[in-house]
C-alpha cells in the first residue's frame, strides 16, 4: 500500500516550456514535503522543499505546490531545460516522525531540445 | 570535500562474502541514514542514527548490520547476502534541530550479489 504516489513513469517536454510534474499522498498527518532530483549513477539530489503551513514555495525555476484538502504536490519548472532531464522523486514526513521519509515511485522527466 | 561521501562506488560480492560499505558527511549533520533502491521501487529507508545511537530499523534482514562510530560516519556491513539484495545503497545525512530536516544523499553503492 503506497502512501505516497507518482502516477507518471516518464514525462517529455519540449525545451522552454513548463514541465509538471504530480505527486500524491495518502496521508493528511503529512506536514512536510520535499522534491529530489536524480541523474543516473548519483544519489538523489535535494531540489525544494514546503512544509504543510504553505501552499506555495519557490526557487529561481522550480516551484512546488500543495493541494493539502486534495493530497497533492506538485513541481513546476520553467523554463525547462535539457539539463533538467533527471529522475524526480516526491517525498513526505510528518513532524512527529521526522526522519522518516517516505518516497515516490519517481518520474522520469526528459527535456528535448 | 563534497557533502555526503560514499565507497565503494560498486560492488560485487559472492553470497558467502562479507564486505562492509562507507558513508561519510562533511555537513557537520548529527543524523545518518542507510536506504535501499531496488529496480523500479521507491526508496526504501533501512536504518537511522541519530546522535550516533540507531533509532531506527524497518524490519532489516540481519545480515545486514549497520555501525555509527561518530556523528560524520556511518558503515553497513554485509554477510551472506542473496541475491535479491542486489540494489543501489544510499547513503544519507540532516542536521536535526526538531521539526523538519532535509536529508541530502550520497552517490550510493551498487552492490550485485551473485
Known amino acids: 500500500d503506497q502512501q505516497v504516489k507518482q502516477n507518471s513513469p516518464s514525462l517529455s517536454v519540449q525545451e522552454g516550456r513548463i514541465s509538471i510534474l504530480n505527486c500524491d499522498y495518502t496521508?493528511?498527518?503529512?506536514?512536510?514535503f520535499l522534491w529530489y532530483k536524480k541523474y543516473p549513477a548519483e544519489g538523489p539530489t535535494f531540489l525544494i522543499s514546503i512544509s504543510s503551513i504553505k501552499d506555495k514555495n519557490e526557487d529561481g525555476r522550480f516551484t512546488v505546490f500543495l493541494n493539502k484538502s486534495a493530497k497533492h504536490l506538485s513541481l513546476h519548472i520553467v523554463p525547462s531545460q535539457p539539463g533538467d532531464s533527471a529522475v524526480y522523486f516526491c517525498a513526505v514526513s510528518t513532524s512527529g516522525s521526522a526522519r522518516q521519509l517516505t518516497f515516490g515511485s519517481g518520474t522520469q522527466l526528459t527535456v528535448l531540445p | 570535500e563534497t557533502g555526503v561521501t560514499q565507497t565503494p562506488r560498486h560492488l560485487v560480492m559472492g553470497m558467502t562474502n562479507k564486505k562492509s560499505l562507507k558513508c561519510e558527511q562533511h555537513l557537520g549533520h548529527n543524523a545518518m541514514y542507510w536506504y535501499k533502491q531496488s529496480a523500479k521501487k521507491p526508496l526504501e529507508l533501512m536504518f537511522v542514527?541519530?546522535?550516533?545511537?540507531?533509532?531506527e530499523n524497518n524490519s532489516v534482514p540481519s545480515r545486514f548490520s549497520p555501525e555509527c562510530p561518530n556523528s560524520s560516519h556511518l558503515f553497513l556491513h554485509l554477510h551472506t547476502l542473496q541475491p535479491e539484495d542486489s540494489a543501489l545503497y544510499l547513503c544519507a545525512s540532516s542536521l536535526q534541530r526538531g521539526g523538519a530536516e532535509t536529508q541530502y544523499f550520497g552517490p550510493g553503492t551498487r552492490l550485485l550479489v551473485l
Open positions: 542514527y541519530s546522535l550516533e545511537e540507531r533509532v
Open positions: 496521508n493528511s498527518m503529512f506536514d512536510y
